[in-house]
């Protein structure tokens, strides 16, 4: 896989010599780029100076505090000769950061940021100047991306913008069984303690989540993330897919839905302010992070939540034996109705996510050479960089399979894998790479979190997920203004009826507002996105 692209498109060659002959062949035409300063022989030319915003990854950050001291970004530093100076958000304040960041003016010659998300879409982002369209950049020095993209025309489409412009250098999931990584997980030697089976309905859940409540002193039987905005932790199906919606868009019969306005989600607020009533969900929901999930389920305290089976059970796993090898996480079902119903939702991603994309900043000096340090990540030994780190300390070769080693699995710090990871590769988050399914193989050195995946990844997510074609700028800036009010109206509903701020009759007037906010509409231009892709 790490060569394929390369080979297709005839461009297998040694890639730190084209990086560097590109550093010396800039056309003059090119202003966004220095050139290199001529030395004395016998001195090595300095490296480029660049600056780079990226909030830090939750793994990365329980080992080290700094981006700089990450022995991954220090090595992609030193193989591209380009000297960084970050800048790093505080945790889960990127959005708000980058909104203060855009505002002054004074941007970082590289952004790491959700940009399909910004207000107005990444088009928008372009004509404001903020940062550049990569088109003609990507054509003329990111050989190595645009071999991918012409090996891959579906993953080429998905990155554009819809009036045709890149945008970032994405972060890409290079096989179809990375797409599934998160669902249900549950305390398995609670369940086999008890005498219960792994539940599988609602009601099942129900009985489960109040007998770790009664008999296991759980003070937030079922947890999960609330935080960067009200059920966050739900958003990739988990129980609102029982009522046959889920909390966003999606396509049914050919027609575009929004679940929070559907009677559906109205049932699914019912039972989940009825069991937060009953003290079976956790009372502090709204202000739940990953550091709190993380001391929630290693404590005890919780039972079950919604998270990753390399950041949850493979995390988790190891921290809780050292004190009590009886406990067991396990992953379950995604949660139905009636039993013997296939789960309709599930967390199930697109090849191409936005998060992890690096956009260049139209106020770059050093555009060219941040094309080029980019570009390094789709190369042949970027993509051993990015995805198992240093040959030698992270992983060896073994009959041709980059296989991690003790540092990465059995660390002497006793780092948990996920934890190593971050520091050595970025294979179990995101940024501007190619993912590779070999670091999947070997991360998930559970047998509890392979069973999990397959668990998660059995429902029918795929026949409801709208293909991923982006808006055009017009649709994209009148989408974007549309759902930001709904987006809050959605959360305010969704938290307060489930907190019993407000009744669950208050369902209708929340709906009601929805559609005066112009639901129709942005589901509209969401059916104009699906219609254009089926002539794609």
Not at 75 to 93: C, D, H, M, Y
Not at 234 to 253: D, H, S, T
Not at 360 to 389: Q, R, T
Request: glycine letters at 8%.
């Amino acid at each position: 896989m790490r060569t394929r692209w390369l080979r297709r498109a005839g461009l297998l060659i040694p890639v730190l010599a084209l990086f560097l002959s590109g550093c010396s062949e800039r056309p003059a035409a090119d202003a966004g780029s220095q050139s290199p300063k001529t030395l004395p022989d016998g001195q090595e030319q300095a490296a480029v100076k660049m600056t780079y915003w990226s909030e830090l990854n939750g793994n990365a950050a329980s080992v080290k505090a700094k981006i700089q001291d990450i022995p991954f970004f220090q090595e992609w530093q030193k193989r591209t000769g380009v000297q960084l100076s970050f800048i790093q958000p505080p945790a889960n304040q990127a959005k708000e950061a980058m909104n203060v960041l855009l505002a002054s003016g004074e941007l970082p010659d590289m952004m790491e940021y959700e940009w399909d998300s910004i207000p107005g879409g990444p088009e928008k982002a372009i004509k404001d100047g903020y940062i550049l369209r990569l088109n003609d950049l990507i054509d003329k020095y990111a050989w190595n991306l645009k071999a991918y993209l012409n090996a891959h025309p579906n993953v080429d489409k998905q990155i554009r913008t819809g009036d045709g412009s890149y945008y970032v250098f994405p972060f890409i999931r290079g096989d179809d069984l990375l797409r599934t990584y998160q669902g249900p997980i549950i305390r398995q030697d609670w369940l086999d303690e008890l005498g219960l089976p792994m539940p599988t309905t609602i009601d099942d859940w129900h009985t489960v989540l109040k007998a770790f409540k009664e008999k296991k002193g759980a003070a937030a039987p079922l947890t999960f993330l609330g935080v960067p905005n009200p059920l966050f932790g739900l958003e990739g199906g988990a129980f609102v897919g029982a009522y046959g919606v889920k909390k966003g868009f999606y396509v049914e019969k050919g027609q575009v839905k929004f679940g929070p306005i559907e009677a559906g989600y109205r049932d699914f607020l019912a039972t989940f302010r009825r069991w937060y009533e009953e003290g079976l969900i956790d009372k502090n929901i709204a202000s739940v992070d990953t550091r709190t999930m993380d001391a929630n389920m290693i404590s005890g305290r919780s039972g079950a939540t919604i998270w990753n089976a390399g950041a949850g059970i493979g995390k988790w796993q190891p921290i809780v034996e050292e004190n009590n090898k009886a406990v067991k996480f396990a992953g379950t079902p995604y949660p139905v109705l009636h039993r013997g119903e296939r789960p309709k939702f599930g967390q199930r991603s697109y090849e191409y996510v936005g998060t992890g994309g690096v956009a260049i900043s139209s106020h770059s000096k050093h555009a060219v050479d941040a094309v080029k340090m980019l570009d390094y990540g789709y190369s042949e030994e970027g993509h051993m960089l990015f995805n198992f780190g240093i040959e030698g300390q992270s992983y060896t070769m073994k009959d041709g399979y980059p296989t991690y080693t003790d540092v990465i699995l059995h660390n002497p710090d006793k780092l948990a894998p996920a934890q190593a990871l971050g520091m050595y590769t970025r294979a179990s988050y995101f940024g501007p790479f190619v993912q590779d399914v070999r670091y999947m193989e070997q991360y998930y050195t559970l047998p509890k979190q392979r069973d999990a995946v397959r668990l998660w990844a059995d429902t029918d997510t795929d026949a409801y997920m709208i293909p991923l074609v982006p808006r055009t700028e017009v649709e994209n800036a009148e989408f974007s203004s549309i759902m930001l009010d709904i987006t809050t109206l959605v959360d305010e509903m969704s938290l307060k009826i489930m907190l019993g701020v407000e009744p669950l009759e208050a369902f209708d007037s929340y709906v009601s507002k929805i559609k005066a906010a112009k639901i129709d509409r942005a589901i509209e231009i969401q059916k104009n996105a699906l219609l254009r892709s089926e002539k794609l």
